[in-house]
């Protein structure tokens, strides 16, 4: 009996499965390797398309809501709306996705305000997808537009979700090469 790989692909781009300490996986597409201390450390992009959770209200600005930290009843909800638009909700590592077929977010058409008051460049941009209501509360699944990226460490040809210390230690080597590389090109 042979071992097989978690990595494959259909085309140019290598998959793999990502999995967290609780053993969820997140099929992701395999970006850039990049060696460090000895590991292979992989920068990854979801399959599906990652999405965020909000909590809406009229009065503050919307609440994200943790995918692990999500109710029950939230999420059945999502699920259910997802699906009237021929979408499912994936319960994954790291993040919640959307699998099915999305309409790719027009740039021109996004309400992104220059004059914005928090003026801030590091602010996430966000396209509603789906909003929904659960017990009177308003909840919205959000596309974050800006590219989102998993790190994991390769071992077996297996990927290992980086989180915690590990993740804070490796993080701004890993940004390092990957500048050293597009300089380079």
Known sequence: ???????????????????????????????????????DYALLTPVDTPVCLFRLSDEDEPELIEPASASEPVLSTAEVVLQEHELSLVRSAVTLTVAGE?????PEELDIDADDD??????????????????????GLYIPLDPFFVVARME?????????????????????????RESQD
């Open 156 to 180: 077996n040809g297996h990927a290992q979700l980086v989180q915690g210390d590990e993740f804070e230690r490796i993080q701004p080597r890993i940004e390092a090469e990957l500048e050293e």
């Open 102 to 106: 999305l309409d790719e977010p027009d």
């Open 1 to 39: 009996m042979s071992e097989q790989t978690p990595i494959s692909g259909s085309g140019d781009v290598p998959t793999v499965h990502v999995k967290d300490g609780q053993g969820q996986e997140l099929l992701c597409f395999l970006e850039q390797l990049i060696p460090l201390d000895g590991n």
């Open 118 to 139: 928090d003026d801030d460049d590091d602010a996430e941009t966000y396209e509603l997808l789906v909003s929904f209501l659960v017990a009177e509360q308003e909840y």
